[in-house]
Each structure stands twice: as C-alpha cells, then as structure tokens.
C-alpha cells in the first residue's frame, strides 16, 4: 500500500553543488537519493546480489575504512551524524522550526516547539556541509523567520539554540534592527514585554520557591550524616539507617493518634483516684514499668470506661456527670477501641504503600539497564563547591562502581555441577542446625516461663520480673553470632544472598519466641490473673521487653564494636569489625513488633520506642564511625529496602495485628480496671454503640447491617479485589519486558540495515568509479589515435 | 535595583537578558565575579566591547569549578576557541547553561561535549576511559575502568558503531530519571550536596539534574 519513496540524490564529486533552498515542506524533493541509482543498477541485480553478498559477508561489523569520499560524504551527512558538529546545521535546524512556527495560524504554543537537539527527519534536507556563502544564506533566512515571532518565542527559541552567547546576541540585533522598522507590533510588543517580564517574575519566583524548599530539605534531620555515612561505608550500610528513619515515622504516625485521642483526653479528665498512690519512687521502676507508672496514662488499666465530659442532662450514666459539661461527651471505650483500631489500619496503609513504593523503584521495567553509563555520567554533582563533599562524592562513585563490577565478575564464574552439589549438602545441614536451635530456644524460653510463672505466684518480687525479658535478650544476643559461626561454613556465590539467608535464620528465631510469648501472655497468665487487670501486666512486660532490649543493644555495640576494635588495635591487625546490617535490622524490626504487638495494652509505648530510635541513631552512628570499617566486599543494595519493609509488613505488623485482632474479639477485658472492664469482648463496645444508634434512630439500619458482615465477607472482598489488582500489575510490567525486548531486536536489525545500505551505496558508487575511469581511459586511447 | 550602572549599555543588558537565562541584576552579579577573578584584566566599562580574555587557569581557580574534576573541559568546551580561555561572553553563556532554568536537551548537549575529550563528536571508549579516571580520582585500577567503559558502550550504545553519539547519549539521559528514583537510596547522596551548598528537590525529577551550577 506504501509508495516507495522517490529518492534522487545527485553527488557532485570534487564539485561545488549548487545551493538547492529546498522548503522542508516539499517532502517528495527533499528525500530524493537513491531511485535514480537503484534504477541505473537493476539490470545488474544478479551480479549485484552476489556482489553485495560478498561485502555483507566480509564487511560485517567491521569499522568502514576504505569507502570512497561520495560515500563517506552522505555518511558524514546523516541525520545522525550532523547535529552537533556544524554550526550550520544548527542554523538550519532552528531555521526550520521557525518557518514551521511561522506557518501555523494560530499562535503557536511555546511548549509546541521541539526541544530536541537532534533534527526529526522530516525537518532535515539532507544538506551537505554548508559552504559560508550557504551558511550566510541560511542565517539571514533565520534571522528573518526570527523577526516573525513575538518576542517571548523568539527569546525562547533564542535561549535554547546551543550557539555561543556572541552569535546569539548577533542574531538577535539583527531581528531586532529589522523588527524596530515595524511600528504595528509597538503595542503588542509592550504586551509582550509584560508577558516577558511575567516570566521573569515566575523565573524569580520560583528560584525563590527552590531555595525555600531547598531550605527545608536541608532542615530534614541528619541530611549531612547519612551522606557521610553513605561516602565512607557504602550504601548497604546506609540502606539501615535509613530503614530506621522510616521507622521513626511510623512510630510518629501512630503517636498522631494515640495522643490526641487517647492520652491527652484522658489526662484532661483524669479519673477519681481509686488506686492510692502510696509507693515512692525507685529506679528499678524505670525498668519493670510497675510501681507508679501502673496508674498513669501509660497502661490500660488507667482509662476510664464511661463517657467523658458527659452533661447530666442525658439518660444514661448520671453518676458520672459532670454540672458544668460542655456539650461534647466523650465515649472513652469507643475513643480507645477506634483510634487503636484506626492507626493500626493507617499503618497497614502506609506499610503497605511504602512496600509498593519500593517494588516499583526497584523492579522497574528496564530499569537494570543504564545502570553503569548513568553511574558515569550522571552522578556527578556539579553543585558541589567544598573539597570535603568532593572527596565524598568521588568515594561514592567509585564505591558504586566497585559494587556493580564485583556484581558482574561475580555472574561471570559460575561453579562445576559436584561444587554445587556440595555446597547444597552444607546449605542443607546449616540450616537444619539453625532450625533446630530455633526451636531449642523456644523450649527453653517456654520453660523458663512456666518456672517463673510458678515461682512469681509465690512470692512477687518485682527484680524477678526482669529475668524473662534477660532470658529472651541474651538469646537473641548469643545465637545470631552462633548463626554466623554456622554460616561461614556455607560458600554463598553473592554477599548479598549471604545476607538475606542470615536475616531468614534470625527471623524465624524471633517470631517463634515471641509467637510462644504471646501465647504464653493470652494463655497462662490471663488464666491466673484473670479480674486483675492482666491488661496492665502484660503492658508493662513489653514495656521491660523494650527496655531490655535496648540495653542489650547499647551492651552490643559496646562490647562488639569498641572493645573489639581496640583489642585489634592492640594486636596491631587492621581488621576492624564490620557493620553487621542484617543483625541491626533485624533488632530494630524486633523493637517494632514489640511496639505494635503493646499499643493496645500501652498507648504510650510508640513514645518509648521513638526515643529509643531516636537515641539508637547516635549511638550507632558514633559506632560506626569510631569503631568500624566500610565492608569488604562491596555490592549494590537497592534491593535491600524493599526486603526490610517487606520483612517490616509481613512477619512483624502482620503477626501484630493477629495478636490484636485476637486480643479484642476473643479475649475477655479484665473486670476491674480499663475501659472495657463491663464487656464480654473488647469488640462488644463497638456493638453497644451500634445498638445504641439503632436506638437513637432507626433509619440508619444499613450501616447496621454491614456491620453485622463486615467481619468475614467484608475483608474477603476487599482481599479478592487486592489479589486482582496485584495479578494484573504484574501482567502489565511483564507485557512491557516483552515489548522493550522487541523494540531492542528491532533497532539492532535497523542498525544491520543501514550498514547493509553503506556497503551498497559504496559498491554501486565503486562500480560507476571504474566506468567512468573506463570511460575516460578509451576517450583519452580515441583522442591518441 | 538601579539603573545607575555603568558596565552596559542598555541595550547591551538587554541582549543579555533576552539570550541567557538571568536577569539584570545576576547579569551583572555575574560580571563583578568575573571581574573579580583579574581586577587587572577586566575593565569596569564595557561598554565598548573590549576583548578580553581570561586565562584558563583563571577561570578554573573559582570556587564553583575548583574541585570538579571536569573543570578543564567545561572551560574548553564554552571557550570560542577552545582552549579554555574565555571572555565575559563564554563565562556568562557557561553559567546560563549550567543554571537550573537551562531545558534539559541543551544541557544534553552542552554535557556530552564536555565528555566528549578529542572533539570527535562522538563519545568513544577512550573518551569514557579519560571520564571514568576522573569521577574515581584514579583510584580504579586500570582493568577496572576497561570494564566499566566497556559495559557503559553495551549500554548505551543504540546503533552498535561502538561509540556513543549525541543520539544515544540523549537516549540514554532519558532513562536517569527513573534511575535516580529508583536507586534513590543509592544515588541520594551522590546527587545530593552537602548542607554548604544549596538543594533544589526538583532535580531529582530533572534528568541531567546533577548538571547545575549555581552562581
């Protein structure tokens, strides 16, 4: 259905061509090469076949280098191959795009004019080098196009031509000279020249926009920091401490609303003191979270189970009211229930999203290409004025470098087949040692347990409180180091996959001991605590989990950084201990699944963990910097915060919201303290309040009704849809993959086509050589006789 | 803002304005900087035009250029002749294009003449090798800077000539958004600066956003 193109292309060889002001707009002239040569050589197409079959064959991929001179002048003339090089093909190109704009009727937009360097192939005629008498041509017929705009495209236009300032200042007095003869644009100019200076405005404002934005940027916390760390250890390093920034918000969300709704309301209307206050204060109360911290804001036991700031006006309740209530009472039990429920469900979002978030940058369609030319050419800050950041940045990039190419060399030695067998023999023994260990631990921590259960309902005495959490601290302490011990018997082929497979082993020992806890706390100790507000109790044991924890951290990186290093230093060797990312990481998630696993039983425990996060940073920053070196074998971690959050969602929060959901729907509230101590389940507040609006007015049965489902089918749904989505995003990127794969194949087979067409432009222009100099040699033979 | 300055005429300022990407007044900001490199050299009047020329060394002497390890060839490639010397022309096309309001193509451009060492038009392995030797201050090893030149061409090279060309390098350049969004943990703090120097978060969405000079 297509025409062939009608290509006409006239070389001269060794001649001046004569200048062809071709308009771009006379597309059937200005293609014109090839027609009239491919017709001279049909009669030849078998010769011809063989022939170029010879040359595609012996020519492929090989650089050209003996093409004659009218062959090598198309190709210096491709479209490819022009931009950037000739100032006249510069000239000629925005001589072009102005005709084009000149053209339209309308007002052409200025975000209609191309902002590419490179002229399409449409624009381009196919010019030759422009000789100056052209160049000169060319120039005045820009410099008249120029004075057909207004003022605002021309000093657009102006601006992004990549000529010298000088040129551009010529070409602009030349249009302007021309353009001051012409008073009917005088007012329109004025015009303009506001328009102009609004853009000047808006450039202004916006650099003022940036630096204000710039100046909250740089007030983000520990900016400088993390760049340092970033310089000297490397980006898996950073890749933790940056994961303790997000926890940090996270723990800043839930306090969002925790405090308002929660602590705060209750602290305004505290209840009548039914609790004496008899106790004074020791510093062991600090640790076990007893004492007189057990009737404060911090534990379940303190909130009140009525309506607050109740008028006495109303039915319900009268011996709590107050004579002077404003008129917002405040449904305590209800507040509770629903801000817990509501930042455990705006965290799941925000977990959620931020996982998401980080899939999408790192398993972006295409996104593993490019990786080493954008490393080199755009990682350079052309910002930076100081040496310091300098030599930063020149540590980063050549830390970045090195992790790609240990990367890759890496993929390049791949084992025999009884290596590989043997390495699974290992990785096979290895990880039955750390399963079984789990699971020893497990046993005994369950034993420990039921031997201080037994022994506290004797005799209470509050130190013993804290052997539990000692217990469980030093476990998770000793056996990850015992886990490395194991590990390096195993020969992993990337450090990366060594660290991941650490992270699994120590994951697995955390969640089993804390799943047993849990079920030690729900099981046992509300059997036996039963009326005694077992609430409180076991807030304030992951309140001392915390705290010990923390210790335990502090000791860690005492004793395992410092005091390491300076028995290396003593001993004159230089191998300073490395970051341990995947331990670190896994602590922090550990200390957020306690959190979340508490907020029921103690709002204020985010508090808690945000300082300890927050002190967490120094410390191991100042660690890390003192005591420890950048790791050895360097490699990229971009994927390493998609597996923390990842971890952070699925083991951690997931775990905490079972817990949750099982302590509200099934468990029953103590009797004698906290805001649920009349109901049968946590939940059943919900459902008091439901009946009490059925009450209130029943055109709202709907809602009602939905509540009824909501528990089961609700969240089917909602997962189902969930489920769907996911299935088809992940349809779509593979569709991409496919189509990139496609258009690859397909530049690569346009590239064989163009030398394919060199070869025979060359052969063609070869054979019509020797005739012509066959030509010439029997006129000179007819002239000798 | 006065219109009490001497330096320019007015119509000098004028074409100033309408062909870079400053105002007036960093116009002139921009000339007392020069001007201040060699009080000597650089007259206070310009009005009559004087030739004058900087020496490279000069030029490559100021704060914002000292520690870039591509000074010599951002003065070489804004020179008129290319040899590093500028005049107050070239300096202030420089810092135009170097600016934040500069378009992203004519910053393609002007980038990948300043990778571009032997003026070739092309970037060829031996142009990469010279760029990789100075981003590492020469601390990769020489087979090191062959692999990563070498994976770089894979790369970019769409058209498989074995070099890159003003095509590829802009194909290429399209791709660094992403990239920077997604190895933003990684990269953050190689396109960051530090808090000395001001930070535009928009350039993380600009694809040669590293290549910005502030004046």
Known sequence: MSQSPSFILSIPEGKESPSQDLSPYDESIVHDSFHQLIQEQSQQAEVEALELQEWSSRDKGKAPQNYNSATLRILANMPSRTIGRSRGAIISQYYNQTVKLRRKNSRPLLRDMSSSARPSIWQNDLELDLTPREEEEKRSLLVKELQGLTVAQRDHMLRAMPLSLA?????????????????????????????????????????????LLSGLYALKPWHYSLKQISGQFGSSVLSYFLFLKTLISFNV??????????????????????????????????????????????????????????????HQNSDHCLPKAAHLPYNMPLAYLFTVGVSFFTTCIALVYSMSRSFGKSYQVGSTLGVHAITVF?????????????????????????????????????????GRLQQMIVLLLVWLLCLGTAVGCAIAVYSFSEFMHEMISEKLQEVHLLALPLIVCIINLVIPYLYNAFASWEQHDSPVLEVYVAICRNLILKMVILGLLCYHWMGRKIRTLGDQCWETFVGQELYRFMVMDFIFILLDTLFGELVWRLIVERLKGDRKPEFDVARNVLELIYGQTLTWLGVLFSPLLPAIQLL?????????????????????????????????????????????????????????????????????????????????????????????????????????????????????????????RKVICLLKEQINNEGEDKIFLINKLHSIYERKRERREKMNKTDDDIEKI | MGNKQTVFTPEQLDAYQDCTFFTRKEILKLFYRFQDLAPQLVPFDYTGKPDVKLPYEVICGMPELKDNPFRERIAQVFSQDGDGNMTLDDFLDM???????????????????????????????????KTVTKLTRGELTPEEVGLVCEKVINEADVDNDGKLSLDDFQNMILHAPDFLRLCASTMKNAVDTDKNSTVCPQRILQSISTFHIRI
């Open chain 1, 612 to 736: 300890k996060l927050l002190f967490l940073f120094y410390i191991k920053k100042i660690s890390l910097m003192a005591n420890c070196q950048a790791p050895r074998k360097p490699w990229r971690a971009s994927h390493m915060t998609t597996i923390f959050i990842t971890l952070l969602c699925f083991p951690s929060f997931l775990g905490a919201a079972i817990f949750l959901s099982y302590a509200i729907w099934q468990v029953r509230p103590s009797r004698t303290c906290g805001p649920f101590r009349t109901l049968d389940t946590i939940y059943e507040a919900s459902k008091v309040w439901i009946r009490r609006l059925e009450e209130a007015s029943p055109s709202i049965t709907w809602f009602t009704w939905i509540h009824q489902y909501k528990d089961s089918f609700f969240f089917f749904l909602v997962d189902c849809c969930r489920l769907a989505v996911i299935y088809f995003n992940i349809q779509v990127v593979k569709g991409q």
């Open chain 1, 167 to 211: 040129e551009k200042c010529c070409l602009r007095q030349d249009s302007c000279i021309q353009r001051g003869r012409q008073k009917h644009h005088h007012r329109s100019q004025t015009q303009l020249y506001c328009c102009s200076r609004l853009q000047y405005h808006c450039i202004a404002f916006r650099s003022l926009w940036y630096g």
């Open chain 2, 95 to 129: 810092f135009s294009v170097m600016s934040e309001m500069a378009p992203r193509d004519l910053k393609a451009y002007y980038a990948f003449k300043i990778y571009d060492f032997n003026n070739d038009d092309y970037i060829c392995p031996l142009d990469l090798e």
């Open chain 1, 253 to 314: 969300l839930l306090l969002l609303f925790l405090l308002p709704f929660i602590v705060a309301v209750q602290v305004a209307f505290p209840p009548t003191s039914e609790f004496p206050f008899s106790q004074s204060f020791t510093g062991l109360e600090l640790f076990t979270g007893r004492g007189q911290f057990t009737h404060t804001v911090m534990f379940y036991g303190y909130y009140s189970n009525f309506t607050l700031n109740q008028p006495c006006s109303s």
């Open chain 1, 378 to 418: 755009c990682s350079w800050d052309y910002r930076v004025t100081q040496k310091r950041a300098a030599r930063l940045q020149h540590d980063n990039i050549r830390t970045q470098l090195k992790e790609l190419l240990a990367e890759w060399q890496l993929k390049q030695h791949p084992r025999s087949m009884c």
